[in-house]
Antibody, heavy 121, light 106 residues
Framework: EVQLVESGGGLVQPGGSLRLSCAASGFTVSNYDMHWVRQVAGKGVEWVSAIGTAFDTYYSDSVKGRFTMSRENAKKSVYLQMNNLRGEDTAVYFCARDRRVADGYNDFDYWGQGTLVTVSS | IEMTQSPSSLSASVGDRVTITCRASQGISNYVNWYQQKPGEAPKLLIYAASSLHNGDPSRFSGSGIGTDFTLTISSLQPDDSATYYC?????????FGRGTKLEIK
């Protein structure tokens, strides 16, 4: 059974840092692109970042330069290092698997349950 | 690429036919996904490549469109369909989501 389990969320002060982890099981993580998606309470979902199988990374403009996504295939995990955090980064962060059913077609077929990040003094 | 979704909310009765639309700011062929999200849960993939139904999803859900205009249709609304629905551009990053449509059952 495919599972994604996020961890590492919590309360952090503005300007602080946090590292989120996403532990994968039930599939070979090295074969898949992976994503982070976030959601502010009561609001819509926002794509945050992606990492490809070749370790190429992509970011939304709102986090570029502050967040870094990485992966450790041997540990079946992906990570999101978040630096210089702001109040507007407060959200539930979801990890998602990209099925890439065909070249150029990216869709997120499995999601974790999310981890809450709160940025507040 | 911006994804403009409408309406932002709607209320319909069991058995109704419901349509949600999504307009891309530029042509994106059929690179659109649709997701369903219920409160307290992660989004769930419904439709990929604009019109392909994800495995296990009920056949009352369908998607259509190409270029800039896309639709998600529920042919006969069921109580379990109460949720928020999101479209997503799926070709290249950033993989922008629409702002969502909250669907309530009357």
């Amino acid at each position: 059974e495919v599972q994604l389990v996020e961890s590492g969320g919590g309360l952090v002060q503005p300007g602080g840092s946090l590292r989120l982890s996403c532990a994968a099981s039930g599939f070979t993580v090295s074969n898949y692109d992976m994503h982070w998606v976030r959601q502010v309470a009561g609001k819509g979902v926002e794509w945050v970042s992606a990492i490809g199988t070749a370790f190429d990374t992509y970011y939304s403009d709102s986090v570029k330069g502050r967040f870094t996504m990485s992966r450790e295939n041997a540990k079946k995990s992906v990570y999101l290092q978040m630096n210089n955090l702001r109040g507007e980064d407060t959200a539930v962060y979801f990890c998602a698997r990209d099925r890439r059913v065909a070249d150029g077609y990216n869709d997120f077929d499995y999601w974790g349950q999310g981890t809450l990040v709160t940025v507040s003094s | 690429i911006e994804m403009t979704q409408s309406p932002s909310s709607l209320s319909a009765s069991v058995g109704d036919r419901v349509t949600i639309t999504c307009r891309a700011s530029q042509g994106i062929s059929n690179y659109v996904n649709w997701y369903q999200q219920k409160p307290g849960e992660a989004p769930k993939l419904l439709i990929y490549a604009a019109s392909s139904l994800h495995n296990g999803d009920p056949s009352r859900f369908s998607g259509s469109g190409i270029g800039t205009d896309f639709t998600l249709t529920i042919s006969s609304l069921q109580p379990d369909d109460s949720a928020t629905y999101y479209c997503q551009q799926s070709h290249i990053p950033p993989f922008i989501f629409g702002r969502g449509t909250k669907l309530e059952i009357k």
